[in-house]
C-alpha cells in the first residue's frame, strides 16, 4: 500500500483507485508473468503481457509509458515503484484532466480510460459506439475497490 499511497498522494489520484487497478491489471502482481518480470526484470520477453504489448504491476503499455517518460522501457515497466509512478502520473496528469468530476459517470470513465484508451472511452461518452470495451473491466474495478 505503501507505493500506492505515495503515488496517488503526488498525482492526486486514490490509492485505493490504483490498487483495484492493479488488482485488475496482475493480481496485484501475482500473474505469472507479473511475478516473473518483478522477480527478473531483464527478462522482458517472460514478463510481458498475453497481447503483447505492457508490462508490470499495472500493465502499462510501452507507447503509453514512453509518452510520459521518453526513457521508460520494458525493463523499467517491470520494476513496482515506476510501475505504479507511472501510471498514477498517466491517471493525473492526463485523464482525469479529460472528464468532469460533476459527471455521474466520473469514476467510470476515468477507469474506462484507463483500459481501453481516452479515445475509445470519448467515443462511448459521446455516443459514437454504443458501448466500450471496458465494460466488465469496470464492473471487477468497482468490485476489487469495494
Known amino acids: 500500500d505503501a507505493l500506492f499511497k505515495k503515488y496517488g498522494a503526488m498525482y492526486n489520484v486514490p490509492f485505493e483507485w490504483l490498487k483495484a487497478i492493479a488488482l485488475n491489471e496482475s493480481s496485484l502482481g501475482l500473474a505469472p508473468s507479473v511475478a516473473r518480470g518483478l522477480m527478473s526484470p531483464r527478462d522482458v520477453q517472460a514478463s510481458i503481457s498475453s497481447d503483447g504489448k505492457s508490462w508490470g504491476l499495472m500493465q502499462v503499455t510501452l507507447t503509453t509509458a514512453k509518452s510520459l517518460d521518453p526513457m521508460a522501457t520494458p525493463e523499467k515497466l517491470n520494476n513496482a515503484d515506476y510501475s505504479i509512478g507511472l501510471a498514477a502520473l498517466y491517471i493525473g496528469t492526463k485523464i482525469l484532466p479529460m472528464f468532469s468530476q460533476n459527471d455521474p459517470r466520473f469514476l467510470e470513465w476515468v477507469i474506462k480510460s484507463y483500459n481501453q484508451g481516452p479515445g475509445n472511452t470519448l ?14 473491466y469496470f464492473v471487477r474495478f468497482v468490485r476489487n475497490l469495494n
Open 123 to 136: 467515443k462511448e461518452k459521446s455516443g459514437v459506439i454504443k458501448k466500450g470495451y471496458a465494460d466488465e
